[in-house]
């Protein structure tokens, strides 16, 4: 396989699965994981203890390290149609296999899940052996496609960024700086190449525009467009609609995590996501990373390089 791949010479993905085996083996964590799903977490005097469909486990201390990956945004006009009528390529069941290679396709969204979904159906069709018209596949953006090769600028990796960041104390223009660094709906170039590829030659049809709703035709759905770029209010038909929208922007953690803050007072900002300190402590035995620690960590927060920054932050603190 291809160790390294440019740009930037990234790790391919079957050397970094070896690099994680190769750690799960060397540190034995294998041994000390643990599967279920947390459902309380209690901190008393003197220890923590999780509560969980496995069981009960007791620590000094606890790193709450939740993703935002159990709630995929689900746009507002989607809502009211049946659920047979749309998918999202982020939801766990999701399966493409289950895509029927007849179906005529609309995938909403402008970042990698989107171009990737949409090129996996094209090669599908090109392999199929059934004698059939060429699947219809539209892809919706609301603005051009666009091309960065990181989630944000690589300054936030760093003092560049950070400095301005890590100085500003009102923790509302801290979301807002967050909000403006993070290059959503974007893709690196060696995806948006193939993808612009495909739309040129006729076998992805590319719409750009907002959706002002969607309704059930009982044999499809029919999407109404509401500002787009050649013609507002057009109305495009289909059996399927697939979502690559993202995840939803909103704290992770629910109602587990409101337990926690309201029995602890733990402190918040008005976007509902933890106040900590430098190593990232929220409590003198509870400790975060990940999406939870952005507004400490920067717009880098909930990637590899956020893990990276967060774990030399709670070394601080050991």
Known sequence: F????????????????????????????????????????RITPSLVEVESDGGKLRAKNVLLAFGAT??????????????????????????????????RLIIVGGGISAAQF?????????????????????????????????????CWIGPKCLRAFDREGDFRKRRKMIAEARQRGSMPDDVARPLRRAIRSGRIRHLIGGIDGARSTGRGVTITLKDEVARPGRTIEADRIVLATGFSPARPGGAMLDELIHAHGLPTAPCGYPIVD????????????????????GPVARNIIGARLAGDRLLMAT
């Open 2 to 41: 291809a160790p390294y791949r440019p740009p930037y010479h990234r790790p391919g993905l079957d050397l970094f699965n070896a690099h994680c085996d190769h750690v799960l083996e060397q540190e034995g964590l294998q041994h000390v994981r643990v599967r279920g799903r947390a459902e309380r977490v």
């Open 70 to 103: 159990e709630r995929p945004h689900v746009p507002d006009w989607c809502r009211a149609l049946p659920a047979s009528a749309h998918a999202h390529v982020l939801d766990p069941d999701f399966h493409r296999g289950r895509v029927r290679q007849d179906d």
């Open 118 to 154: 949409a090129l996996s159906m094209v090669e599908s069709a090109g392999r199929s052996s059934r004698p059939a018209s060429p699947r219809e596949i539209t892809l919706i953006t609301r603005h051009e496609l666009r091309t960065h090769q990181f989630d944000s600028h690589q």
């Open 278 to 297: 430098r190593c990232l402590r929220w409590h003198p035995r509870l400790f975060v990373t990940g999406a939870l620690a952005e507004l400490e960590i």
